[in-house]
């Protein structure tokens, strides 16, 4: 079994930047796609990022460009690079897995998620 830990969420002003961070433990094995999703109050979690085993990433429209995600897979690690922030980006941030290779991890195909970092952007 899979568990995910994310970190580094907190208040920022519109324009600055953040680093979110996700630490995988018990049957790493088993990934091969990490990403992460975001859920605002009141809306549905979306897809923001994800990268595979071999480093391919794929991301959101509304973050290309200002988000770089990246994994370190010896220690079973992703982070997400937040630059240029909007107040639009407020969310709780997941991070999620997949066994397998995916054009797009979505909740159905996601295996679980963590427990969520609140990242908030002020005007």
């Known amino acids: 079994q899979v568990q995910l830990v994310e970190s580094g969420g907190g208040l920022v002003q519109a324009g600055g930047s953040l680093r979110v961070s996700c630490v995988a433990s018990?049957?790493?094995?088993?990934?091969?796609?990490m990403g992460w999703f975001r859920q605002a109050p009141g809306k549905e979690r979306e897809f923001v990022a994800q990268i595979g085993l071999s480093g391919e990433t794929v991301y959101a429209d509304l973050v290309k460009g200002r988000f770089t995600i990246s994994r370190d897979n010896a220690k079973a690690t992703v982070d997400l690079q937040m630059n240029s922030l909007k107040p639009e980006d407020t969310a709780v941030y997941y991070c999620?897995?997949?066994?397998?290779?995916?054009?797009?991890?979505?909740?159905?195909?996601?295996?679980?998620w963590g427990l969520g970092t609140q990242v908030t952007v002020s005007s």
């Open positions: 999620a897995w997949s066994r397998y290779r995916y054009n797009r991890l979505t909740t159905n195909n996601a295996v679980s």
């Open positions: 018990g049957s790493t094995f088993d990934i091969y796609t």
